[in-house]
């Protein structure tokens, strides 16, 4: 990053100066031009010239002798002192004492010789020239900064007012809108876009793992209420401890769901398997465990059928027992009052086949392929929801599964687990 900000701070210094290099050789052709001042006038070369192209040796009279150079004055803005060989004063245009001599010649005006002394004024001389260059480029610049401060609060000025506006409007949840600058903004245009993006994604990822976290811990948490009450009863010691085992069970996994939560909290990879290997049958006699006697006290029938007990996979437990706690617990909510909730586990090829299946309503056809979708749901009094069904989807691809829903005189989500996952 340092040596990509060093290159651009060389690349804007040299352009800088080649910005200055070009206004300065601008403003002097047209200087010159114009002719405002003879540009880096050489009085040697004044005096040369006028010498030999200008004055002749010898004149025919004073009198044209005296008309050259007046002719010469005009043109070329110099004074000129005619004196005799006795160093007499003949003519002389008035000449200042900051004027300063150009050159002395001797000529020959009719019979007579004179000596003609040039002066040139000093409006010529060096540091005149060089103030009046410089008032010159002051005011080319000027202009020419003028035209810069326009063309930047164009494409500079106003693009910038425009991210501080997005990022003012942000604050009261106003996302940016995406525009293009075709210059260096589109970079910070851009990375504020994607930054906005990002913290969207994060809140709703946060509403997600909340609403998880919250439906993931309700259902052990109904079964601890439900056991606790039954307790209240007259109880054997038998379902008296089968009942404080299963109070004691809940918990532990509502405490192992918090832990994961935690984990999250420390840059926990959520999107990573830890793999124990069970037997089908111990699965099925977990799911009994875990929802037929809760079930059963709702007066919905639960059942759980497999041909292939004996077969053995490698799942993430904790992360699939959260697929049936999903599933089952969004087809409790629309069974009828005598519901049946059905589990019919099997081997396929090589993949495990489980078939979730309720008597309930079912769902609509044309929204059936959008249950597994983030925060969808068919309950608009629901804030969150939805979220059950998408964690479910997550976590069995997760496992490199497939699942899907369809109707069949209720609700049937149906899912594949791979019996061998290989994790890199």
């Known amino acids: 990053m340092s040596k990509i900000f060093g290159n651009k701070l060389r690349k804007r210094f040299l352009v800088s100066v080649l910005f200055i290099a070009l206004v300065n050789v601008f403003s002097l052709i047209l200087w010159y031009g114009l002719r405002i001042r003879p540009m880096l006038v050489n009085v040697e070369s004044i005096g040369k010239t006028i010498l030999s192209e200008e004055l002749k040796s010898d004149y025919s009279s004073f009198n044209s002798l005296v008309t050259d150079l007046k002719n010469i004055t005009q043109e070329y803005k110099i004074k000129f002192q005619i004196k005799n060989l006795n160093n007499e004063i003949i003519k002389s245009d008035e000449i200042a004492k900051s004027n300063f001599q150009l050159f002395s010649d001797v000529l020959k005006a009719g019979s007579e010789v004179y000596v003609v002394n040039a002066y040139i004024s000093n409006d010529f001389g060096p540091t005149r020239i060089v103030l009046s260059l410089i008032l010159f480029q002051i005011i080319i610049i000027s202009v020419l900064m003028f035209i810069i401060y326009k063309f930047t609060g164009y494409t500079i000025i106003a693009p910038i007012e425009k991210i501080i506006n997005d990022i003012k409007n942000y604050k009261f949840g106003k996302k940016p809108v995406i525009r293009k600058f075709n210059n260096e903004l589109d970079t910070i245009q851009q990375e504020f876009s994607e930054l906005v993006d990002s913290l969207e994604n994060q809140k709703l990822e946060q509403k997600r793992i909340i609403a998880s976290i919250s439906h993931d811990i309700k259902t052990p948490l109904t079964s601890i209420i439900g056991y606790s ?55 099925i006699n977990e799911l009994n465990d875990d929802y037929k006697i809760d079930l059963n006290n709702k007066n919905i029938e639960f059942n759980v059928t497999s041909n292939c007990e004996k077969e053995k996979i490698k799942i993430d437990i904790l992360k699939i027992k959260r697929v049936f706690s999903n599933i089952i617990s969004n087809s409790i909510r629309y069974v009828p009052k005598h519901g049946v909730i059905n589990i019919n586990i099997e081997k396929k090829n090589k993949n495990i086949k489980f078939v979730i299946k309720d008597n309930g309503t079912g769902i609509n056809e044309n929204i059936i392929d959008k249950v597994f979708d983030p925060f969808f749901t068919t309950d608009s009094s629901r804030k969150i929801s939805g979220l059950g069904l998408s964690i479910c989807k997550e976590f069995i691809e997760l496992h490199g599964g497939k699942i899907r829903g369809y109707n069949n005189k209720g609700l049937v989500i149906e899912f594949t687990i791979p019996m061998e996952i290989n994790i890199e």
Request: glycine residues 2%; aromatic residues 8%.
């Open 229 to 283: 009450s039954l307790m209240e009863d007259n109880l054997s010691k038998e379902e008296t401890k089968k009942y404080s085992s299963k109070i004691h069970e809940k918990a532990i996994h509502i405490k192992d769901i918090l832990s994961g939560f935690d984990d999250y909290l420390v840059n926990y990879d959520n999107k990573k398997l830890k793999l124990d290997e069970i037997v089908i049958k111990d699965l």
